[in-house]
């Protein structure tokens, strides 16, 4: 740390940061635009004019813009010097000269870094009379609005989403006092992050298009902590309510996790919550009932012989759980296939029981050399996508640092640095959107792939088995990937679910280990399909195949499904077949679907705005989320609904627990993985009152005036310390509990900056989250030895494999109302060398026989799909309950194919 | 008196030819140059003091010494002529790439051995076309005798010497700018530090260098940098074209000692004012340099003494101010130009042309108040060198700040009368 003195008070600053990153750490309140912390800097805005001085005896001193100037010993700035503070004055008057000062009708009003820094520099009254330059607006798509009569040039919007997020469709037209930031033409930014546009633009020029159907300001809106859904990440999010809806989803920063940024899935998926296909009441054999009498029929049901439970890997633990402890351990089944289970199980083992740790997401983003085995990071885990997209910046940084060239000094690093990439290499059954920025690319089926990991182990450890019939050209792939492994500080290997092979994540633990034992600190991050996978995983459930026995071997009176569509776990005749079998079923879920319509009861489960619960994410980081609804309608979390469904039926094993904090307890004391799950967040005790409602809500005696002049009381949160009103005690929340960011004189999402211990750093009281699998550290691993042969196509038979979309392939988002006019339509994807074989041309209809079912689905052309491979888009109806990857026989459309193949 | 830059210039305006200028002892420099260790070059240059031409005056010889040298230093490296000579009032260069372009490619080739530079590029203004044929002309014909390409006369040492045509834009001069725009990225400004020198282009050790100063370079070489230092009446070496736009009897450019009193150029070699007119003010290095007036026509046009009278060298083409021409709208033009071609990269520079030039039109539409000449003063200040991200507002208020000192009778004038007396 250096010295500096900042209106000649003596204060500590980190050297290898500039004056504005220094001086807000320190909690001085400089403006400044085009700064941020993840992006550094540009000097661009000007905005951030601190007066610098020689010496102690220099009294006249020269303006300099601290977000240009490095931190060193012995510095002296003035912030309060008169004339600095008039050019922060004057930079903001010159920013506002075109500012069509519009705030009332503006989306971003209440939560504006403009309007935030306007008032922090004083600018208060306008001297500028003359013409104002005005743009016509683009449609950029459902998800983000354009009003570009508010831009200020600050030029973040294009830094973030080109030189950040690797963008190409939008971009700065034009010049002057009329930069021109936005598409060549109106349509759908193609960027999956381009919902971050929304925070990162420090007005109102790109806005939330969803909350604007439902507009609130932040002020009005109820908030609370959040664990976004929509993937295994669990990137950390804000969201907000009013009048009994979900409003929006902002970014909640976790430096470790999430960042600053989210993916649009996440911050646009929480629609589902308010989707037509939404329940909100119980459904008795799809009738609408009343709460106690879908209680009562559920504790009838409970009482009436074999009762089994099937969990869900979307849903908490603390939902899972509670089924667990209704229908009993031996009676509680996981609700995925046994093939997915098997695949979860195999990367906890490797996590718990190899020498590798998992990453989180901020040490995959400064890992220096990265394999991707078998992964679309973009479409599966976008936000790591995100991260590693940082990734291949930092092996060129020596360039910068070799000049002196500070690492924050953004542009001057890029300009040097050019197109220098640090080792990213991506081996997939397909092309991705990280290719852009690869070493080198491998193409593959999943044998191959994982043949690939296993040689490229082979050859930075000797001992690991060897892969026989290598091509040379392969050979030299190998041998440039396992250098640069070995060659980095901080190596990662990505792999995960989706080629759904045990294969290819052994070849990836294989090649991690190999590294370890070379004495490289190499981390693994796997994906995990679904929000709680890895939670589901670890409380060990009997497999699927297990409860489709006992459903047709002894008689199942009911049985209970926890959000989960069964339909999207197995093909839909077997399903049907089966849940025949059942005498009751019982289904808790959030939106209507195929097993919910099957059942004959149906109780409104809570989504993560309506509950709380703990999720652990693909890191094996356990993360909790909190309810932000108001809890008093017939909508209610999966584990009330369970809890009293038991005390209705009699039973007493859940009659205890009356809070979230008696749940986890138990859960802790049951589960030894789970021992660390009431650290996560302060229990309700522990932490005094934390209000989800901001110091400015307004309308609380009045928006429910027309029902009652009564004001009600507020409702009671007999769950977590955050409190449904206005009132809070006098303690920060912990970083676990914070509700929204928000700080005095500090209203947009950049008050971030005054909950972190130093700007860009971890949160306050740490980044939330307890890691619950960390690597042994006992010696007894053994490397793997089953190598799959390669992968041989066959004639007439095509490997059918995952094509993931980050807008359709999640169950949950494509029911968002944004999200849904992005969904792709159903198609089987095709090299157009095998396509030209069968005859088929692109957006023509060919018949798809997999799995026993057929299909009739539009070509669409992809030259990067391996030869003998096809894709289908996963999770998408109707192939939604396809088990990929599966063989496929394709036959035109006027060829006789059967369900079982061509005749 | 000797003219080494445009003394081969041809009566009839045309090109000299590889023939005329290797007759005249072209080429001479190079291989001299050759010859030398390519520090030695340097040197030379730093012992002639030779300026830059461009408008700053930056010494040509230090900023080639802090291009890293020998073995480890980066390649390729880069030489870039600025040929795109946009300032308003500004026709010199054109004159030496239209008639003489050899010359700029042998100064280009001595120069970019000094540096050990891989390839080189003429950065030049989109609507040069008339120098674009001459100076491809003049480089297919060097490529054939071996002066550029591999192996240059067997000395071992190679050069790419690529043309390169803007797309317009007067920021494009400002050189780091200029490399963005050569890059293919927009056109704003680099941050400095670091400094292309060090990393310029595509991230490479880079110089930039005005077309008069590179086409000194291989005279230096040829002829010692004593015989530099006798060309010029100062302390600055060399001989300098200046220019003379505006409302004298012979407008036009000459190569004369460096140090030529203003008052020389205009009155014996423009021709002075036209009938009828009378002298109010001229702009001596081009439009973003400060007015200077009457009291300081003996100024030597050397880079020393015209920042002692207040402006700057500049480019050294002077811009003529007459007393029937308005002087508030003849800043309203600058400025509309000015405010015209700000990148739009920093606030300052923006905005505040921006403001400036819509309250000079407002005066000119007999629109202006007292306040706006606050404004005015007010944004010359702002506008101030380290406020912005470049120096090309700064330089852009410069006509303006001192318009306001020497003209504010006039500003005066069209704020009480509400109207621009000039105008009928």
């Known amino acids: 740390m250096a010295t500096i003195f900042i209106d000649n008070a003596p204060r500590q600053a980190n050297p290898k940061q500039n004056l504005l990153h220094a001086c807000l750490s320190l909690g001085y309140d400089l403006p400044y635009f085009c700064w941020h912390p993840a992006l550094g800097s540009v000097g661009a805005c000007r905005q951030c004019a601190v007066k610098q001085f020689r010496n102690e005896r220099d009294t006249t001193g020269k303006l300099v813009m601290a977000c240009m100037t490095p931190v060193a010993e012995g510095t002296r700035i003035s912030i309060a010097d008169p004339e600095a503070t008039v050019f922060r004055a004057t930079v903001i008057q010159g920013l506002m000269q075109n500012h069509p000062h519009d705030c009332p009708v503006c989306d971003e009003g209440g939560e504006c870094h403009l309007q935030d820094m306007t008032v922090m520099t004083g600018h208060r009254s306008r001297v500028y009379s003359l013409g104002k330059r005005t743009f016509r607006n683009q449609y950029l798509g459902p998800l983000v609005n354009h009003e570009m009569n508010r831009c200020i040039q600050c030029q973040r919007c294009v830094r973030f989403y080109r030189e950040y997020a690797g963008g190409r469709d939008l971009n700065a037209f034009h010049l002057r006092d009329s930069i021109y930031y936005g598409r060549h033409e109106d349509g759908v930014l193609e960027s999956e992050f381009s919902g971050n546009l929304v925070e990162i633009c420090p007005t109102g020029v790109f806005t939330d298009a969803t909350l604007k159907r439902h507009y609130t300001r932040k002020w009005d809106l109820q908030m609370a902590p959040s664990i976004c859904v929509h993937c295994g990440l669990g990137c950390n999010t804000t969201a907000g309510e009013r009048y009994g809806s979900l409003r929006r989803i902002l970014n909640r920063y976790n430096r470790e996790v999430n960042g600053y940024f989210l993916c649009d899935r996440g911050r646009f998926g929480y629609e589902f919550a308010e989707s037509s296909r939404r329940i909100r009441y119980p459904l008795l054999n799809n009738e609408a009932a009343t709460k106690s009498e879908a209680l009562e029929r559920f504790g009838a049901v409970l009482r009436e012989g074999t009762v089994i439970g099937i969990g869900s890997p979307r849903a908490s633990l603390e939902a899972n759980f509670a089924l667990r402890t209704l229908v009993g351990s031996d009676r509680f089944f996981a609700g995925i296939p046994d093939k997915d289970l098997h695949l979860l199980s195999i990367m906890l083992r490797i996590l718990r029981d190899g020498p590798a740790r998992s990453a989180s997401l901020d040490e995959a983003e400064h890992s220096d050399a990265v394999l991707v085995l078998g992964e679309d990071v973009t479409n599966v885990a976008p936000v790591m996508a995100l991260r590693l997209r940082q990734s291949v910046r930092q092996a060129p940084m020596r360039i910068a640092d070799g000049l002196h060239i500070p690492e924050w000094l953004d542009h001057a690093v890029r300009e040097v640095v050019q197109d220098a990439k640090g080792p990213l290499f991506i081996a997939s059954p397909y092309a991705t959107k990280l290719d852009d920025i690869a070493t080198t690319t491998y193409r593959a089926a999943p044998d191959d792939l994982a043949r690939l990991g296993f040689a490229v182990a082979h050859s930075i450890d000797a001992t690991t088995p060897e892969v026989a019939g290598l091509s040379s050209e392969l050979e030299t792939m190998i041998a440039e990937i396992s250098a640069a492994l070995l060659g980095a500080k901080r190596p990662l290997i990505v792999s995960g679910t989706s080629c759904r092979s045990p294969r290819v994540i052994e070849a990836a633990a294989q090649i991690a280990w190999a590294l370890r034992k070379a004495g490289r600190p190499a981390n693994l991050s796997f994906t995990t399909p679904e929000c709680n996978s890895f939670g589901l995983a670890l409380m060990e459930p009997q497999p699927l195949s297990e409860a489709f026995r006992s459903i047709q071997g002894e008689s199942v009176s009911t049985l209970i499904v926890l959000e989960n569509d069964l339909f999207r776990r197995a093909p839909a005749s077997e399903m049907t077949a089966l849940l025949s079998g059942v005498q009751h079923l019982v289904v808790l879920d959030h939106l209507v679907n195929a097993t919910t319509e099957a059942s004959e009861l149906v109780l409104p489960a809570g989504t993560f705005a309506e509950s709380n619960g703990t999720l652990v994410n693909s890191e094996g980081r356990a993360q909790r989320f909190f309810q932000v609804l108001d809890p008093s309608t017939d909508v209610q979390e999966s584990q009330r609904w369970l809890r009293e469904g038991s005390v209705a039926a009699g039973f007493n094993n859940q009659a205890q627990w009356q809070t979230l904090d008696d749940l986890i307890t138990a859960m802790a004391a049951e589960i030894t993985a789970f021992g660390a799950l009431p650290m996560v967040a302060p229990s309700r005790s522990a932490a005094g009152k934390i209000a989800r409602e901001p110091n400015r809500y307004s309308g609380r005696t009045a928006m429910f005036a027309n029902i009652s002049v009564h004001e009600p009381k507020p409702p009671d949160d007999p769950d977590s310390a955050l409190a449904f009103s206005m009132e809070s005690g006098p303690e920060a929340a912990p970083s676990s509990l914070t509700p929204f960011f928000w700080a005095p004189g500090w209203n947009s999402i950049q008050a971030v900056n005054k909950f972190q211990s130093e700007v860009g750093g971890p949160l306050r009281t740490g980044d939330p989250g307890v890691r619950l699998i960390e690597p042994s550290q006992e010696s007894g691993w053994q490397y793997f030895t089953a190598i799959p042969p390669q992968f041989k196509a066959q004639p007439g038979e095509w490997l059918l494999v995952p094509i993931f979309h980050i807008f359709g392939s999640e169950e949950l988002s494509r029911h968002a109302q944004g999200i849904a006019q992005l969904l792709p339509h159903p198609y089987v994807a095709l090299n157009p060398v095998e396509a030209s074989l069968l005859g088929a041309k692109a957006g023509e209809q060919i018949k798809v026989a997999v799995e026993g079912a057929l299909f009739e689905l539009e070509v669409a052309l992809r030259a990067d799909l391996p030869r003998g491979v096809a894709g289908l888009p996963t999770g998408l109806p109707p192939l939604d309950g396809v088990m990929l990857p599966a063989f496929c026989k394709l036959a035109p459309t006027g060829a006789e194919l059967s369900a079982r193949g061509a005749s | ?424």
């Open chain 2, 1 to 424: 008196m000797e003219k080494p830059l445009t003394g081969n210039f041809r009566a009839d305006k045309e090109a000299v030819s590889l023939a005329e200028y290797e007759r005249a002892g072209g080429y001479q420099g190079l291989r001299t140059a050759l010859h030398m260790a390519p520090a030695d070059v340097t040197e030379l240059v730093k012992k002639s003091n030779l300026r830059g031409r461009g408008g700053a005056g930056f010494p040509t010889g230090m900023k080639w010494s802090f291009v890293p040298m020998g073995k480890d230093a980066p390649h390729p490296k880069y030489l870039v002529a600025n040929a795109d000579e946009m300032e308003p009032g500004t026709f010199k260069d054109r004159a030496l790439m239209e008639r003489d372009p050899h010359q700029l490619i042998e100064g280009m080739i001595v120069s970019a051995y000094a540096i050990d530079a891989d390839i080189g590029y003429i950065f030049l203004r989109g609507e040069y076309e008339r120098s674009y044929e001459r100076l491809a002309r003049a480089i297919a014909e060097a490529e054939a005798r071996n002066y550029l390409g591999h192996n240059i006369l067997g000395s071992g040492y190679s050069l790419i010497l690529h043309l390169h045509m803007s797309a317009g834009r007067y920021i494009c001069g400002e050189e780091t700018a200029l490399l963005n725009a050569l890059e293919g990225k927009r056109a704003h400004p680099r941050t400095k530090p670091p400094f292309p020198q060090v990393s310029g282009l595509w991230g490479k050790p880079t110089i930039v260098q005005n077309v008069e100063t590179l086409c000194n370079v291989h005279h230096i070489v040829n002829k010692g940098p004593e015989w530099f230092h006798g060309l010029s009446k100062t302390e600055d070496g060399g001989t300098k074209i200046y220019g003379v736009s505006g409302k004298v009897k012979r407008p036009g450019l000459w190569e004369l000692p460096m140090g030529t009193p203003m008052r020389e150029i205009l009155e014996d070699h423009a021709g002075g004012m036209r009938e009828g007119l009378r002298f109010r003010g001229v702009l001596p290095g081009g439009a973003s340099t400060d007015f200077l007036v009457e009291e300081h026509l003996d100024t030597p046009m050397d880079y020393g003494n015209v920042q002692k009278a207040g402006s700057r060298l500049g480019t050294g083409t002077m811009v003529v101010l007459d007393d029937q021409t308005c002087p508030v709208g003849m800043v309203w033009n600058l400025e509309h130009f000015f405010a015209q071609e700000s990148c739009g990269w920093c606030t300052p520079c923006w905005s505040g042309l921006a403001w400036t030039e819509k309250i000079l039109f407002a005066m000119e539409q007999g629109k202006g108040s007292t306040r706006d000449l606050d404004t005015l003063a007010f944004q010359t200040k702002f506008l101030a060198p380290g406020n912005t991200f470049c120096a090309f507002a700064p330089g852009a208020v410069e006509p303006l700040q001192s318009a306001l000192k020497y003209f504010a009778d006039d500003f005066r004038r069209h704020i009480d009368e509400q109207r621009c007396p000039w105008r009928q």
